[in-house]
């Protein structure tokens, strides 16, 4: 099982995971609002090139190199994935990848061979795109192979405590079960009974409770990652509001940022 471990600058913490210990990160609690991006990358890495989308809940993941000059408005996606050197001659800035959350599951990932990272927004709307493989093929399309990745999800909201419909469930849950052509009503059904399933019953009719955390956790062991490849952070936004905020608990548009900056080879 990963290790998760608290880290502390300018006196407030941001959460780190053992997966992901080759590469400066940070998964950072609301304790640093309003702070940006281009202030928080200080915290992991000198010098890095800092690089960040407007998160729109869908399934477009870029590269650096997609995005407009910096004077221009923020390119619209959910992802980024860091570009390697075309040549070990070749020099490229560290790229500091982030992804802003509240709620839904900033989701961290590297390359142990490569060096190279991604940074996920996956809401229960991204999930149902699958926007996790589709970094993951971005990866794959530079060369990463998928027993070199390890991936972290960090503190997103517990599926205990997010109730959403059935369609919202049968959304998500069709990435997952073999029937996707089934009703919304067969599909929840049929991931309910399944095992580690990312669903919980809820009293209220036409309600479940979703745990898109999980949800992203089985895509990744279905597209053929290992458990021990996959971590999910031990805390809830909503269950602990002193560490982060949390849209459903307070309907602020607030947001705590999660950050990764990509290395030279590894391996």
Request: hydrophobic content about 45%; charged content about 20%.
């Given at each position: 099982?990963?290790?998760?471990?608290?880290?502390?600058?300018?006196?407030?913490?941001?959460?780190?995971?053992?997966?992901?210990?080759?590469?400066?990160?940070?998964?950072?609690?609301?304790?640093?609002?309003?702070?940006?991006?281009?202030?928080?990358?200080?915290?992991?890495?000198?010098?890095?090139?800092?690089?960040?989308?407007?998160?729109?809940?869908?399934?477009?993941?870029?590269?650096?190199?997609?995005?407009?000059?910096?004077?221009?408005?923020?390119?619209?996606?959910?992802?980024?994935?860091?570009?390697?050197?075309?040549?070990?001659?070749?020099?490229?800035?560290?790229?500091?990848?982030?992804?802003?959350?509240?709620?839904?599951?900033?989701?961290?990932?590297?390359?142990?061979?490569?060096?190279?990272?991604?940074?996920?927004?996956?809401?229960?709307?991204?999930?149902?795109?699958?926007?996790?493989?589709?970094?993951?093929?971005?990866?794959?399309?530079?060369?990463?192979?998928?027993?070199?990745?390890?991936?972290?999800?960090?503190?997103?909201?517990?599926?205990?405590?997010?109730?959403?419909?059935?369609?919202?469930?049968?959304?998500?849950?069709?990435?997952?079960?073999?029937?996707?052509?089934?009703?919304?009503?067969?599909?929840?059904?049929?991931?309910?009974?399944?095992?580690?399933?990312?669903?919980?019953?809820?009293?209220?009719?036409?309600?479940?409770?979703?745990?898109v955390r999980q949800a992203n956790a089985r895509q990744l062991e279905q597209l053929g990652l290992g458990r021990d490849q996959?971590?999910?952070?031990?805390?809830?936004?909503?269950?602990?509001?002193?560490r982060f905020f949390s849209y459903r608990h307070t309907g602020e548009?607030?947001?705590?940022?999660?950050?990764?900056?990509?290395?030279?080879?590894?391996?």
């Open positions: 099982m990963a290790d998760w471990q608290w880290q502390t600058w300018q006196g407030q913490d941001f959460l780190t995971c053992d997966l992901l210990q080759p590469w400066p990160h940070g998964f950072f609690t609301r304790q640093f609002w309003p702070q940006t991006p281009e202030t928080l990358t200080a915290s992991l890495a000198a010098n890095a090139a800092v690089q960040r989308v407007k998160q729109v809940h869908g399934n477009r993941v870029l590269t650096p190199a997609d995005l407009p000059a910096e004077a221009g408005p923020r390119a619209e996606a959910d992802g980024l994935v860091s570009v390697g050197a075309a040549s070990p001659q070749e020099k490229r800035a560290r790229q500091a990848l982030w992804v802003c959350s509240a709620d839904c599951s900033p989701v961290l990932i590297g390359d142990r061979a490569t060096g190279r990272v991604a940074a996920v927004h996956a809401g229960w709307r991204g999930t149902a795109q699958a926007i996790v493989l589709v970094a993951v093929g971005k990866l794959q399309a530079q060369g990463s192979r998928l027993q070199d990745l390890v991936v972290a999800i960090g503190p997103a909201i517990a599926g205990e405590v997010y109730q959403v419909s059935v369609d919202v469930a049968a959304a998500v849950g069709r990435t997952l079960v073999s029937d996707a052509a089934s009703d919304d009503e067969a599909v929840v059904r049929a991931l309910l009974q399944s095992e580690n399933s990312p669903l919980l019953v809820d009293e209220m009719p036409g309600k479940v409770r979703l745990d996959v971590a999910i952070a031990p805390h809830c936004t909503f269950q602990e509001p002193e548009k607030q947001v705590q940022w999660s950050g990764i900056v990509s290395q030279g080879q590894l391996a």
